[in-house]
């Protein structure tokens, strides 16, 4: 539905002027904004200028259109021409006309809300411009149009210059206000640019967090794992002695009934043999779990002298040789455990030595730019290959292996501390003799004085 406004014939360049100042005051009292205003009139300009450019005379009839129940400021301009040809060529955007026809339709198509145009041989053009219309705009009556269209009757001769300085008045406010809103929306982009770094880091971020967190959650699975295995192993070593002590218990009680005293008192060594037994693995169990505590304080350590310490603490036989280099490191370190570590080693060769009084066992150490090596040879009956892995940990040791290691916790509380330390061990075996080494952080050797 269109209610018709007036209408303008097209034959001179005065009447492209003023088709551009009509559709200038239409919009202003329809309520349009300035720089819609702006952008319908230079729409209406550019197909007037093309229809007496390329054809020489047409009309511009504005009226208002409703569509869809929203209303529209419409211009439909016409010509009775040949035509435009290449008209789909044009409307693509991939170029003008070989006339100059098609910058003015492009431009006009970009500056309203609705375009259309109709083009046959030999039956002229129809442009179709709408601009629509915003909710405020007046009630349009029939007593008001014709008011309108007298007062336009009515005005003076337009000076063409004055009517095109004013046009370009306005075209370079609507370029300043587009120029401004270039502006935002370049900020606006930087700001959502910043944005996403923003987002991309909090990503990041996140990602790492989960990752430690998928690290974290592994490492107590291991962890929950290693105390099932533990306490499995310590419950299954405890109920041994106990189970031994009760079975000499019920035996002395059975002698003092029976009033076999010389029975009885055959029992006590064989109950303190249990008891230093069940000593011994509640003295690991502890040593255990305190391997690697990290809140040990740090000291200074002269190897020679704390390994002296060590052995001077075993039980020797009289024919082991021990062989300790003198001029070994001293370290900033945790005294204990470097004291507990080669106890253990060492005290480990001593009680598996087939052959103890033509044993010997050496001490070597190598230093090295990112660690220290230290070695624990001995010639003893050795560590088959298919052992070597179970005797550093205590979950792994067969009844075989655990019995002959006494508590069977020396070894394990030796790998514990090493682990903690971000440092190796691994033993060397081949037929007789077993080499135990371990790496120890360089970062703990105290340069020596060159005074």
């Known amino acids: 539905m269109s209610r018709s406004i007036i209408k303008i014939n097209i034959t001179n360049e005065l009447d492209v002027v003023l088709a551009y100042k009509r559709a200038m005051q239409l919009s202003e009292r329809l309520g349009m904004a300035q720089a819609n205003q702006t952008k319908f009139a230079t729409a209406v300009?550019?197909?007037?200028?093309?229809?007496?450019?390329?054809?020489?005379n047409g009309g511009i009839h504005f009226s208002l259109a409703e569509e869809g129940g929203v209303h529209y400021l419409e211009a439909s301009i016409t010509d009775r021409g040949r035509g435009i040809g290449n008209l789909e060529h044009i409307l693509s955007g991939r170029g003008s006309s070989p006339a100059g026809r098609g910058s003015g339709i492009i431009n006009s198509r970009k500056l309203t809300d609705f375009f259309d145009i109709e083009s046959a041989f030999?039956?002229?053009?129809?442009?179709?411009?709408?601009?629509?219309?915003?909710?405020q705009a007046p009630n349009l009556t029939k007593q008001l149009l014709e008011n309108w269209t007298m007062e336009f009757d009515q005005e003076t001769s337009i000076s063409p210059y004055a009517e095109i300085k004013k046009q370009n008045m306005q075209l370079l406010d609507l370029l300043e206000q587009l120029r401004l809103r270039n502006i935002e929306a370049e900020q606006q982009l930087q700001e959502i640019r910043r944005l996403n770094i923003r987002l991309q880091q909090s990503n990041s971020e996140i990602g790492m967090l989960l990752e430690e967190r998928d690290k974290k959650n592994s490492q107590l699975q291991r962890v929950n794992e290693s105390l099932d295995a533990f306490a499995h192993t310590v419950s299954h070593d405890l109920r041994a002695p106990l189970q031994n002590i009760n079975g000499i218990a019920t035996a002395l009680e059975a002698c003092l009934e029976d009033d076999l005293l010389e029975e009885a008192t055959l029992m006590f060594p064989m109950l303190r043999q249990q008891t230093n037994k069940m000593d011994r693995l509640i003295t690991g169990?502890?040593?255990?779990?305190?391997?690697?505590?990290?809140?040990?304080?740090?000291?200074a350590v002269n190897l020679y002298t704390l390994l002296h310490q060590v052995v001077a603490s075993l039980n020797v036989p009289a024919g082991y040789e021990i062989c300790i280099p003198e001029d070994l490191p001293v370290l900033y370190t945790e005294e204990i455990f470097l004291y507990q570590v080669f106890s253990n080693i060492i005290g480990n060769s001593i009680q598996h030595h087939d052959q103890p009084d033509k044993a010997l066992l050496q001490i070597a150490c190598e230093v090295n730019p990112e660690f220290l090596s230290f070695s624990i040879q001995?010639?003893?009956?050795?560590?088959?290959?298919?052992?070597?892995h179970q005797v550093l940990s205590i979950h792994e040791l067969d009844t075989s292996v655990r019995r002959s290691l006494s508590s069977g916790l020396g070894l394990s509380i030796v790998s514990k501390i090493i682990g903690r330390k971000g440092c190796k061990l691994w033993i060397e075996s081949e037929g007789r003799g077993s080499r135990f080494v371990f790496t120890w952080p360089a970062t703990e050797l105290i340069a020596e004085d060159p005074s």
């Open 45 to 56: 300009s550019e197909i007037c200028r093309n229809v007496i450019e390329h054809v020489g």
């Open 122 to 135: 030999e039956k002229g053009t129809r442009v179709t411009l709408r601009k629509k219309l915003p909710v």
């Open 285 to 299: 169990i502890l040593a255990y779990s305190l391997a690697g505590h990290r809140n040990i304080q740090k000291n």
């Open 378 to 388: 001995d010639n003893g009956p050795g560590i088959p290959k298919n052992k070597q």
